[in-house]
C-alpha cells in the first residue's frame, strides 16, 4: 500500500500547513500575543474631551507602550468622558498624582493616552482615578481660536 | 402570450423544485457525516483529491495576488508618504476579503467542477444505482465523504492563501520597493486582531466551503446522465458557486464588519 501511505503523508502535510498559516497569521500579522500573555490592572482618568480615542488606543509613558484603553463612556452628571485603561501589571508603580493626555501620534495619526508621573510616593492602585487631566486637542477649535485671537490683535 | 406565461410558470416551479430537493439533498448529506466518521479512510482520501491537489494553484495564486497588491499598494501609499502601512494594506485586504473570496473562487473551479464531473459520471455510468443495488448507501459512501472534505479544506486552503499572500506582498514591498521590513509586520500587528480580523475571515472560509461543496455535490447528482448534461452541470457548478460565494460574502461582510 506505498500509494496510500503517501496520500496519508500529503494529507498529513496539508493540514499541518493550514495550521502552521493559521499560527502564522495569529502571531506575526495580529497582535494575539501581545494581549493574552501580560496581566493587567484598570485606572481610570476623566477628560473634558476624549477627541478621537478609541477602545484598544495605546496607553503610553515616555514614549512606551504600557496599556491600553479598555472603555470610554460618557459621565451622565458631569458630561466628562471616563476613559478606563488596563495597565500591564509589570508597571505598578505609577504616582498618583500623574496627568493624562490626549496626544496624536503624528499629524493624521491615531490618538493615544500619554502619562505624565508626577513625584508622588503613592501609587495608584487597581480601579485607581488620574486626577489631573488634559483634554484631547482639537485642530478646528485650535484654529478657530487662533483665527479669533488675531482678528481681535487686529483692531 | 399564454405560452410565454406557461414557459415562465413552469421555469419558475423547475427552479423552486430544484432548490427543493437541493435542501432535501443537503440534509441527507449531513447526515451521511455521521457514518463517514467511523471511516476516516475515505475522508482522506476525498481531502486528498479536493485539498492537496488545490494547494499548488491556490499558493501560487496567493503569492502573485499579494505581489500584486505590494506593488499597487505601494504606488498609492507612496503619493501620500505612508508607504509603511503597505503590511496593513495587504493584510487587511488580504484576510479580510481575497484570502476567503479568491481561494472559494479557486477552490470552485479547481475542486467543485471535478468533483460535479465525477459524480455525475458515476450517475450516468449507473455506478450510483449499481450501489443502491448492493444496498451500499450512496449518500453516505460517495458524497458525505466529499461534502466533509470540501467544508474541512476550505478554510485551510483561505488561510494558507493569506498567509502567502502577505509573504509574498513583503517580498515586494521591502524585497524590491525598499519599504522598512520592521515597519511592515509591525505596523500591520498593530492594527490587525486576531478575533476581528481574522477569526472572521476563517468563518467565511468555512461559509463557502460548504456552499461550495454543497452545490457541486449536488448539481453532480443531479446531472442529466448524458456527456451534455455533464458538461452543462459543470458549467452551472461553477457559475452558481462563483456567484453565491460573492452574494454571502456581501452579506457577510456587512453583517462583520458594519460597525467600525
Redesign the interface.
Given at each position: 500500500m506505498q500509494h496510500t501511505s503517501t496520500?496519508?503523508t500529503?494529507?498529513g502535510?496539508?493540514?499541518a500547513?493550514?495550521?502552521t498559516?493559521?499560527f502564522?497569521?495569529?502571531l506575526?500579522?495580529?497582535?494575539?500575543s501581545?494581549?493574552t500573555e501580560k496581566d493587567s490592572y484598570t485606572i481610570t482618568a476623566r477628560f473634558e474631551n476624549s477627541g478621537g480615542l478609541k477602545v484598544?488606543s495605546p496607553v503610553s509613558a515616555a514614549g512606551v507602550k504600557i496599556g491600553q484603553v479598555s472603555a470610554i463612556s460618557l459621565d451622565p452628571k458631569t458630561y466628562e468622558a471616563v476613559v478606563k485603561m488596563s495597565i500591564y501589571s509589570q508597571y505598578n508603580n505609577i504616582p498618583s498624582d500623574t496627568t493624562a493626555s490626549v496626544f496624536t501620534a503624528g499629524l493624521l495619526g491615531e490618538q493615544y493616552v500619554s502619562l505624565e508621573p508626577g513625584g508622588s510616593e503613592e501609587f495608584l492602585k487597581n480601579n485607581g482615578a488620574i486626577e489631573i487631566t488634559q483634554s484631547a486637542i482639537i485642530l478646528e477649535k485650535a484654529i478657530g481660536q487662533f483665527l479669533f485671537k488675531s482678528a481681535e490683535e487686529k483692531k | 402570450m399564454i405560452e410565454l406565461l406557461a414557459h415562465l410558470g413552469k421555469n419558475t416551479r423547475s427552479s423552486f423544485s430544484k432548490l427543493g430537493r437541493g435542501t432535501f439533498f443537503l440534509l441527507q448529506c449531513l447526515a451521511g457525516i455521521i457514518s463517514v466518521l467511523p471511516r476516516p479512510r475515505l475522508l482522506l482520501n476525498q481531502m486528498y483529491s479536493v485539498g492537496v491537489l488545490s494547494f499548488l494553484i491556490i499558493s501560487i495564486s496567493g503569492l502573485f495576488v499579494g505581489m500584486v497588491l505590494g506593488l499597487q499598494g505601494f504606488y498609492i501609499l507612496s503619493d501620500f508618504g505612508a508607504e509603511t502601512t503597505l503590511g496593513v494594506m495587504v493584510a487587511t485586504s488580504l484576510v479580510r476579503e481575497l484570502g476567503p473570496v479568491v481561494s472559494a473562487l479557486l477552490f470552485a473551479g479547481r475542486a467543485g467542477s471535478a468533483l460535479t464531473a465525477e459524480i455525475g459520471l458515476m450517475k450516468a455510468t449507473e455506478q450510483l444505482s449499481g450501489m443502491e443495488m448492493m444496498a451500499v448507501d450512496p449518500i453516505k459512501r460517495i458524497i458525505s465523504p466529499r461534502f466533509l472534505a470540501g467544508f474541512l479544506s476550505m478554510p485551510l486552503l483561505a488561510t494558507l492563501f493569506s498567509a502567502i499572500g502577505i509573504i509574498g506582498g513583503q517580498i515586494v514591498g521591502s524585497g524590491l520597493l525598499g519599504v522598512d521590513e520592521g515597519a511592515y509586520w509591525a505596523q500591520m500587528q498593530a492594527k490587525l486582531d486576531f478575533y476581528d480580523d481574522i477569526i472572521n475571515g476563517v468563518i467565511k472560509s468555512v461559509v463557502f466551503g460548504f456552499v461550495t461543496s454543497w452545490i457541486a455535490l449536488f448539481e453532480g447528482h443531479d446531472a442529466v446522465p448524458t456527456s451534455e448534461g455533464i458538461s452543462r452541470a459543470t458549467t452551472r457548478t461553477v457559475v452558481n458557486s462563483a456567484f453565491s460565494i460573492l452574494g454571502l460574502d456581501f452579506i457577510l461582510t456587512a453583517l462583520m464588519f458594519g460597525d467600525d
Open positions: 496520500q496519508d500529503l494529507v502535510l496539508f493540514v500547513a493550514g495550521i498559516a493559521l502564522f497569521l495569529a506575526q500579522v495580529s497582535n494575539l501581545a494581549l484598544k | -
